[in-house]
């Protein structure tokens, strides 16, 4: 006897379909009822879904009838008049901002459809092994266009050890070669090893004092040569105590042939150490305190360093002992948007001796890291220098995710100045300039920054693979001369 069927349906009729088994029939028609039901009812909630009266419902829940205080106007209120004058010295500062923002941007979308943005990314992302080979760039009006190679390990001899190796050589006679290393990084006790050699041909000598004139630019030719040993140690909480010795060689000899006139053409009276080697040992005692986090973008934190050291002579004719004093404070400032910080520097340092008794490529100037960054290097030099920069950073480019590989924009503003005595710091002493830049940061942190600047005297235009905030971290590991004499 055949199966019942379904209620309301019956039983089909004809040769085919008395053929085809009753129970598969019967459970192929139930299927396209049950389908056809289901459309209809996905139809009833798509139309309940679309419905913007109150009734209709979403994810979140039910969808408000529409009202004005649920929907965003289309017309903007209007501008009250007296805000179009202020408004426009805010336009004036910001076009140069924008077009620069926007030719950078085209660009970058130039390079991405290239595909060179995905093989720089693939060259600066982090590797799997822990060795590996950096290039270096430098470029600027002193140093002309550089490269270099950098030689890293960053578990030599063990998971808390790095090794760096690096040289540089420019188009106008500088030449670097260092070797640095780090143990116990990252530990309670760690120290630090380095040497290096340094040759600049066109180095520049103004005179001494924050008032010596442009006019009386002259050259010579610098060698600087370090070797030496620095220990830290972990006190409490972010606060670490460092204590050091290196042993260096600074001497002063004529000019490269393209660089005149020489420092005996321009003065009379040459300074105490040119034509000479001044050496001897430094000995240094610092205090740290440093809640930054070494990303090479930090948002927040501060850097506080008190420094003493003590320089005495080995040199026969420029022998000289002095005591020099130095305060460093850095913070990051995080701003009201992701990624956006206040960058603040703030330094002193003072040597404790007669200007005149100390070989004159032993004073301060603006150098590595302490630029006026309005100026060429060497522009300024005495016994003491003090200075302010301040860095407005915001993110440019972003290859994955924030905080990861990419390019910071920055607009920055340094002033400062060289001096004899406390009492000659003074407004109408102060240099100012003001400028801004890119920073790329790779899968190591930090990488490079591009800049240019300006001040009263002249346009700067600089490449480098260091960075002044943060630059003592490291000094002697990176090979960074001036952070590991001063």
Do not use: C
């Not at 192929?28 to 419905?51: F, H, I, N, W």
């Not at 106008?172 to 780090?182: D, H, I």
């Not at 008190?306 to 022998?319: I, K, N, P, Q």
């Amino acid at each position: 006897m055949p199966p019942a069927l379904p209620p309301g349906m019956s039983r089909p009729k004809g040769p085919i379909l008395r053929s085809m088994p009753s129970t598969a029939l019967a459970t192929a028609l139930l299927l396209v009822s049950l389908l056809a039901t289901s459309g209809r009812v996905a139809a009833d909630e798509t139309t309940a879904q679309s419905a913007h009266d109150g009734s209709g419902q979403s994810y979140w829940g039910a969808i408000p009838a529409r009202v004005d205080t649920v929907e965003a106007q289309v017309e903007p209120d209007p501008r009250p008049l007296w805000e179009y004058p202020i408004l426009v010295p805010y336009r004036i500062v910001e076009f140069p901002l924008k077009a620069t923002e926007v030719a950078m941007g085209a660009a970058y979308r130039g390079l991405e459809h290239s595909g060179a943005i995905y093989h720089i990314s693939k060259l600066l992302a982090p590797k799997q092994v822990p060795y590996g080979f950096l290039l270096n760039v430098g470029g600027g009006s002193l140093i002309g266009a550089g490269t270099g190679l950098t030689l890293y390990h960053d578990e030599f001899l063990g998971p808390h050890n790095r090794l760096r190796m690096r040289t540089a050589l420019t188009t106008k006679g500088t030449q670097k070669a260092t070797l640095g290393g780090v143990f116990g990084e990252g530990q309670a006790t760690e120290i630090e090893v380095g040497l290096g050699y340094r040759v600049r041909e066109n180095a520049r000598y103004f005179g001494t004092g924050s008032e010596a004139p442009e006019y009386q630019k002259s050259y010579y030719s610098q060698d600087t040569s370090w070797g030496g040993i620095h220990a830290t140690r972990l006190l409490t909480g972010p606060i670490h105590f460092g204590v050091g010795a290196i042993y260096s060689g600074i001497g002063a000899r004529l000019p490269g042939e393209d660089h005149n006139p020489s420092v005996a053409d321009e003065f009379s009276v040459t300074p105490k150490g040119y034509r000479d080697l001044s050496t001897g040992i430094t000995f240094s005692a610092s205090l740290i305190r440093d809640t930054t986090e070494d990303t090479g973008r930090p948002e927040s934190g501060t850097i506080q360093r008190l420094r003493t050291t003590y320089f005495t002579g080995t040199g026969d004719e420029s022998r000289v002992d002095f005591w020099s004093y130095r305060a460093d404070v850095e913070t990051f400032i995080p701003l009201w948007l992701t990624e956006r910080a206040l960058a603040v520097r703030g330094y002193v340092n003072w040597l404790d001796e007669n200007p005149r008794n100390i070989p004159f490529q032993r004073l301060l100037t603006n150098d590595e890291p302490d630029l006026f960054r309005g100026y060429r290097d060497y522009r300024w030099r005495d016994r003491g220098i003090a200075a302010v920069s301040m860095e407005y950073r915001w993110p440019l480019w972003a290859n994955k995710e924030l905080g990861g590989i990419g390019v910071d924009t920055y607009i920055f503003s340094d002033v400062g100045q060289v001096f004899h005595e406390f009492r000659r710091i003074a407004a109408n002493n102060l240099t100012v300039s003001y400028g801004g830049g890119v920073r790329a940061i790779g899968g190591r942190g930090f990488g490079s920054r591009v800049e240019i600047a300006i001040s009263e005297e002249e346009t700067v235009f600089r490449v480098s693979s260091d960075q002044i905030f943060q630059y003592a971290k490291g000094g002697l590991l990176h090979g960074r001369d001036q952070a590991a004499l001063r």
